[in-house]
């Protein structure tokens, strides 16, 4: 089975007086039965890995493919793993949107990812039109093949779905749209890893909240969720991870 994974995307917010949010859902879950990651803006990382002192993981929202050199602004994934991250979210669908990232230049980045020993956490998900018009799971797994390095392993990897028209809207596809769309994914990670996708991680992004959670995490090949504006409150975030533990 594939390990659970609670994922909180702080996206561009957050400053140092937030780190008392992750202080008081430590107080509430000291033992997890799933793994809750939370991957705050890149001013916040080395304090972040302070505060959680490894009983949650740390990751980045975003990795230049180059270890160094003259890219001004951006962060590599050496630099990550060195401020105490383990993971790197990788082809958020704002990141896509926003920067015109594609899908080779996403593998890239995970490949840096790997050497760099960071788990990438890997999106894919359509746009509202692309839904509409049927083409939805033709989107996600020409994304999948196209942003997986070949050489990635079952152990080191995490595949998040998040359909674009649903991430910050307070809209969440079907439950049956939602399983349809991660039977896919595992099938196609079959035929990659063969049996060993199994172990792989496949979790939802989208609107997630504490009302919906149980829900959503009682479908087939859901690991769990990577979870927006929701991981920022430790009580929000807290009843997400229980619904988790509890799937």
């Not at 202080?23 to 793994?35: C, D, G, K, V």
């Not at 172990?199 to 769990?224: E, R, T």
Request: glycine content about 10%; some cysteine; charged content about 20%.
């Amino acid at each position: 089975m594939a390990r659970k994974l609670a994922a909180g995307n702080w996206k561009m917010n957050g400053v140092a007086a937030d780190l008392a949010q992750i202080s008081a859902l430590m107080a509430t879950h000291p033992a997890p039965r799933s793994t809750v990651l939370i991957c705050p803006p890149a001013t916040l990382l080395q304090r972040m890995a302070d505060v959680v002192a490894g009983r949650f993981a740390v990751g980045g929202q975003d990795c230049h493919a180059m270890d160094k050199g003259a890219h001004t602004g951006d962060i590599s994934a050496v630099m990550l793993a060195d401020a105490g991250a383990g993971y790197v979210i990788l082809g958020h669908s704002e990141r896509r949107a926003d920067h015109g990232e594609t899908d080779a230049q996403i593998a890239r980045k995970a490949l840096a990812a790997l050497a760099a020993g960071l788990v990438p956490v890997i999106c894919v998900g359509e746009t509202e039109a692309q839904r509409d018009s049927g083409k939805t799971l033709d989107v996600v797994a020409q994304q999948l093949a196209g942003s997986v390095p070949a050489d990635a392993t079952a152990d080191r990897l995490v595949i998040a779905y998040e359909p674009v028209w649903a991430i910050g809207t307070g809209r969440t596809p079907t439950l049956q749209q939602i399983t349809e769309v991660h039977a896919h994914l595992r099938a196609r990670l079959m035929k990659q890893f063969g049996p060993q996708a199994s172990d792989i991680p496949i979790i939802y992004g989208g609107s997630v909240k504490p009302d919906n959670a149980a829900q959503i995490f009682g479908l087939s090949d859901v690991d769990g969720a990577l979870v927006g504006g929701a991981s920022l409150k430790a009580s929000d975030f807290g009843a997400i991870i229980d619904a988790l533990d509890a799937s």
